[in-house]
């Protein structure tokens, strides 16, 4: 078996190392990164720099190899002509956990939520405005992913709406 492995996404300009799950398949369809990376952009639609890096599960989840390994990280960077991420440097996130976190609060903490996997909460590529000017349809993937996928509640939000939507024998 494959060993497990974290993404970090590393922005030098907003000096922050966030965190998402590893991807397999084609690039073209990684819309998690895509979409983290829609986020780091210049008012005028300029990405911002950075650097996207993989690193095994086991060893990111230790915190005491967490901390040596975003120490690592800034050294490498201040080795490369720059200050690093510096000292200002702020903490790594798990960026859609803490998306996750926020909704299921603003829920009222429910184990029935009524957003579940509906579009307001699709996670997709920022690409509506390059897709309009080639003129093509709006977004659409049988791989899309949800902020639900990462809600503390996702299993038990996932069986109650089974429980509601599976046919009735």
């Not at 000292?87 to 996130?93: A, I, L, R, V």
């Not at 579009?119 to 639900?148: E, F, H, I, M, W």
Request: glycine letters at 6%; charged letters at 30%.
């Amino acid at each position: 078996m494959a060993e497990e492995n974290v993404r970090l996404l590393l922005c030098k300009d907003c000096k922050s190392i966030e965190e998402l799950p590893d991807h397999q398949g084609n690039p073209r369809e990684d819309f998690l990164l895509e979409n983290l990376v829609s986020r780091h952009t210049y008012p005028d639609g300029n990405r911002h720099f950075g650097q996207l890096m993989a690193i095994s599960k086991k060893h990111w989840e230790n915190t005491e190899y967490q901390a040596e390994i975003v120490k690592k990280i800034n050294e490498q960077m201040a080795g490369g002509g720059s200050e690093g991420l510096g000292t200002d440097f702020y903490t790594t996130k798990a960026t859609f956990q803490e998306d996750a976190m926020s909704c299921w609060k603003k829920h009222n903490r429910t184990l029935d939520c009524g957003d579940f996997r509906t579009t307001k909460v699709q996670l997709t590529p920022g690409t509506n405005a390059a897709r309009k000017a080639a003129g093509l349809p709006k977004y659409r993937s049988a791989k899309d992913r949800y902020l639900c996928d990462f809600c503390p509640v996702m299993n038990r939000v996932r069986a109650d709406h089974f429980a509601k939507t599976a046919p009735k024998e």
